[in-house]
């Protein structure tokens, strides 16, 4: 997979990527009332708590794209917007993703309902080691299209979820991921009900070097048969 990283200088860097890996880190606030937050809005919709927080699903690498295009069977699936670490020969990469999901079944099988839905990612990336120190600053934010009109779906910043170092650790009992992991970092409580749409749009917006990582995909609901 190829991805174009945005130095601080000004240049691009094309850097070439064997994924070996997926991961999705699920429950990974750092505040815990706002996990406790996520885990009752996805409970409204019959998702079971979690066992610990927090979680890390593996899923098929083959479902991580690039692509402004997705397929899901029907339409009950919906995108999370997530700070995605790239493991690779030159550092770690951060890219804007999302852990598009299947939330149907996610009512009885969370891990398998990751398994069912395409992770669209950015191309665009920035060095890990440039953000760290502003981190916490750095903007998570979604919009969805739906019947044809963009509504506000998420808004928040990477302060409140867990640190990188901290799920890199958790995750591999290292200090840095393996080359062709990406990693999930999890996602922030949506603006109202958790719903799906036509299309959605992601970012993250960096204040301090103003910057932003951005992918956008529509969505084709593919019909339920029996």
Sequence with gaps: ??????????D???????????VIGGWTGRDQAAV???????????VPAPSTTPLFYRVGVELLTQSAYIQTVGDGGSGEVEAVLIGTASGTLV?????????????????????LCC???????????EVLAVWD?????????????????QDGVLGSCRRPEEMIKLYTGADELAEGTVLFLGTIPVIGEIKGGEAFA??????AHDRTLQHAYRVEALPVVS
Excluded at 202 to 207: A, Q, T, V, W
Aim: proline share 2%; aromatic share 6%; glycine share 4%.
């Design 36 to 46: 406790q937050h996520h885990i009752d809005e996805l409970a409204d919709i019959g």
């Design 119 to 129: 992770k669209p990612i950015s191309s665009q990336v920035w060095r890990l080691n």
């Design 1 to 10: 997979m190829r991805f174009h990283v945005q130095e601080l200088s000004g």
């Design 202 to 207: 992601m970012r993250l917006f960096d204040p």
């Design 12 to 22: 691009e860097t094309v850097v070439e990527v064997n994924v070996t890996e997926v």
């Design 137 to 153: 600053d750095i903007c998570l934010q979604s919009a969805q299209e739906q019947a044809g009109a963009t509504v506000d779906y």
């Design 95 to 115: 890219a804007v993703g999302s852990d598009h999901t299947d939330r149907k079944a996610e009512a009885w099988s969370v891990a398998l309902s990751k398994q």
